[in-house]
């Protein structure tokens, strides 16, 4: 909104064309989305213990969670203003990859919010059916993925790290592809979300990651220089993972150890799935795997564990996801997460590291 109020304006004062430039409103798209949560969290955190919308823990899981009983939960509703708003007030509201991925911020954000509602109400940890989810999530990323391959001049090929002669193309199998990623990124942030700050730490460095893919893929220039896809209109995507990078350490604030707020499906689900449309549009979605490996590991970990005992009987880990396998090894909840945001880091370096080595 600002962009369209105050960039027309610098012939008139010819300090508004700093509103043209992507890097500018990306950083205040941070700040504004930190003033939201600063401004806001508290507020909620008040409001969601006053209405009792607290955390029913399951009592299968580590006893070191059953004190975490009634910590306020729907968090999320707060990560998801914190995106959308300084989207709406920095972003070029033209352009359509921008609306594509705040559809499926909003969309899964929606999901996980009935799923929570239900589970707070019911005062247990069912909420929506898994099959109802899944179909949910299904139907909003087959409205993003056709969206996409609308749209004139998005490629329905893929990249590969690594072997930058690699582009095959999938052509209408794109849209069941990029279902693929955008649901799968969903759910892996979903599963990751167990312990203060374990997923959102790995979100903050998968966004700011990403932020500078949106921003070179958009620019043409640098683009050609490193060889990655083009894709005109992605660098406005930066602004949108500026307000992710900005919302995601103002929730750290609150959902850091010990925990004042969780989440709830709300935000693991949203910001899994802005996550992967952010990957598709970007055409890093391979390198997602390595960006969001946290992600991955503990999605991974659960098929592992689940496929092994189905056929074995037997169990790899303690208990998945994989960090309630290392809580009932005894490593202190801190030490945990603080580990996996420095796994985090390192693979974040590493995807980077792969514009150069191609
Ligand atoms: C989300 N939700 C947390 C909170 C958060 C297939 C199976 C592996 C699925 C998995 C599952 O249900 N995962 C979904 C996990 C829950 O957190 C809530 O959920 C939101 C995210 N969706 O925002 O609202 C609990 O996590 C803890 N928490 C924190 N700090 C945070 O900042 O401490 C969350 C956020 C909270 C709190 O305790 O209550 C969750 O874990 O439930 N299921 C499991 O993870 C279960 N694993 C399991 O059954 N493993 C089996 C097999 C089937 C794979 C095995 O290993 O044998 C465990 N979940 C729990 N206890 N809670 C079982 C033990």
Sequence with gaps: ????????LHTHFSALYVFKYITFRTIY??????VISFILGPWLINKLSEHQIGQSIRKVGPESHFKKEGTPTMGGTLILLAIVLPTLLWADLTNLYVWVTLLVTIGFGAVGFVDDWRKVKKKNSDGLSARQKMVWLMLISLAAGVLLYLHPGFKTTL??????????????????????????????????????????GPMI?????????????GNAKLAEYLQISAVPGAGELAVLCGAMVGAGLGFLWFNTYPAQVFMGDVGSLSLGGALGTIA????????????????VMEALSVIAQVTSFRLYGKRIFRMAPIHHHFE??????????????????ILALVALSTLKLR
Excluded: C
């Design 205 to 217: 460095i998968a966004s700011g990651t990403y932020m500078l893919f949106a921003y070179l893929a």
């Design 1 to 8: 909104m600002l962009y369209h109020l105050l960039y027309p």
């Design 280 to 295: 598709v549009i970007t055409k890093q979605e391979i390198v997602l795997v390595i960006v969001g490996g946290i992600f």
């Design 29 to 34: 798209a941070a700040i504004t989305a930190l």
């Design 159 to 200: 990249a590969f790290p690594f072997f930058k002669a690699l582009h095959p193309d999938l052509g209408l199998f794109y849209i069941l592809f990029a279902m693929l990623v955008v649901v799968g990124s969903g759910n892996a942030v979903n599963l990751t979300d167990g312990l203060d700050g374990l997923a959102i």
């Design 328 to 345: 009932l090894k005894g490593w202190p909840e801190p030490k945990i997460i603080v580990r996996f945001w420095i796994v985090s880091i």
